[in-house]
């Protein structure tokens, strides 16, 4: 889905998360806590990881916005063009990351809260994406922590529905797993 207008960034957020959503509810509960493998996080811990990140890309998103407010990088009242993140990112196509201590799932939330956390996070993320047309976005810059990638504040949010989209193909990784298991039935992850 190509992103190139904050319409369109709200457009992927919206989808990422009715993806994340649709496989999480086709897993049966009971086992949204099983690890398929002991390397492999399950589930709950997917939906943790993705509470964790979307937190602390707002924390960031707040304090880039409030420096943009400070150092007066208002809007010019044009429109943003560099909204999409993948560019910045050419580097991570097919690579494997390793969640930074402070994403790892620790089992902070049962299933019900985590789903509260997620609506919670995901709130407070378009009040945010509602915000950026009031300031320079293309100049707020805040490199990605452990990566590198310089990303504007528009870019942060389009990375949040990307990391989304990851998790969701973990996701459907572990529904094919319960379903080969014969935990599941084949036909709810169809």
Known sequence: MPVHTLEDLQSYLDHARRKVLRLAVQVPRPLWHQRPAPDRWSLLDNLEHLVLTERFCGDLLERMLER???EGRMSRGLPVQWVDARPVMLDAEGKTYSAPVWA?????????EVAEELAAGR????????????????????????????FNAAQWI?????????????????????????AMDPFLNA
Not at 159 to 168: M, P, S
Request: charged share 30%; aromatic share 10%.
């Open 68 to 70: 943009a407010r400070r």
């Open 104 to 112: 790892e799932p620790r089992g902070r939330w049962h299933d019900e």
């Open 158 to 182: 389009h990375f949040v529905g990307l990391h989304e989209n990851v998790h969701a193909r973990q996701l459907e990784r572990i529904a094919r797993h319960w379903v080969q298991q014969g």
């Open 123 to 150: 709130r407070r993320l378009e009040a945010i994406l509602h915000d950026l047309p009031r300031y320079d976005v293309e100049r707020v810059i805040e490199p990605h922590p452990l990566y590198g990638w310089p």
